[in-house]
């Protein structure tokens, strides 16, 4: 197994994305630490780990408050002992035009989604230099290579966690690795809030025809955060299914 013996914390791991990840680790043979505000996904995400034989626990973490933050981290190494994964996963968007989105949608979006990689990686960066194999893995999406009107707060952020996903990882290589994964569509809780008019529009840019699975970026990040992915740091991964590439 991959992640055997190693510690993981993910962000935003009730739902999608997060949960795919979280028992993608747990299969590979990681404890995970399930940090999300839903309190029922996140029990129930780390109870089907448990379940099925794996180890996990949940932590109930708003990622905008910093009291959140440094409970979910000291919790992760008080009960596991260690940290060597630290997956920045949450995100929030409100959707609006630049002219259009309000003081509160802006702030609440670069605070889920940007500034609480930031906070979240401060916090557990200590933690991650001892271990022998630390990484931090962040969930940037193709909106921080690529334009996406009506989503300006949500593209700003995104453009970020690329900008200090790069930041991050020379500052602390070789000791720490971080890299960004770039999911586009990803058939997820949120996505399925979009109209299908738009959806069907969507889709017809994306060369594979249909959107991805949670499990298809769980799967990006099992290897990332393995020792397989060891000479990697700094990169943006793009996992698309060619929507980039017109």
């Not at 309190?39 to 949940?58: H, K, L, P, Q, V």
């Not at 920045?88 to 605070?111: C, I, K, S």
């Not at 290579?145 to 700003?156: E, K, N, T, W």
């Not at 990169?235 to 060619?242: E, H, L, P, Q």
């Amino acid at each position: 197994m991959r992640l055997q013996e190693r510690v993981a914390i993910i962000t935003g791991a009730a739902s999608g994305i997060g949960r795919a990840t979280a028992q993608r680790f747990a299969r590979e043979g990681a404890a995970v630490v399930i940090a999300d505000i839903n309190r029922s996904g996140g029990r129930a995400c780390a109870a089907e780990i448990m379940a099925n034989g794996g180890n996990a626990t949940f932590i109930e973490t708003d990622v905008r408050e910093a009291h959140d933050l440094r409970h979910m981290v000291e919790a992760a190494v008080e009960t596991y002992g260690r940290l060597d994964i630290l997956h920045n996963n949450a995100f929030w968007n409100a959707p609006g035009r630049a002219q259009d989105v309000t003081e509160e949608d802006w702030q609440r979006t670069l605070a889920v989604t940007l500034t609480a990689v930031w906070r979240g990686s401060k916090l557990a960066i200590p933690h991650l230099l001892k271990s022998p194999a630390g990484v931090i893995l962040n969930t940037a999406s193709v909106h921080s290579i690529v334009g996406l009107a009506g989503s300006a707060a949500y593209q700003a952020a995104k453009g970020g966690v690329l900008s200090l996903t790069r930041a991050m990882s020379l500052e602390l290589a070789p000791r720490v690795r971080v890299i960004a994964i770039l999911p586009g569509a990803i058939e997820t809780p949120a996505t399925k809030t979009v109209p299908p008019d738009a959806h069907a529009e969507f889709l017809s840019q994306v060369p594979m025809g249909r959107m991805g699975q949670p499990e298809e970026i769980a799967s990006l990040a099992a290897f990332l955060a393995s020792d397989e992915a060891s000479y990697i740091t700094g990169a943006g991964i793009v996992v698309d299914g060619g929507y980039t590439t017109w």
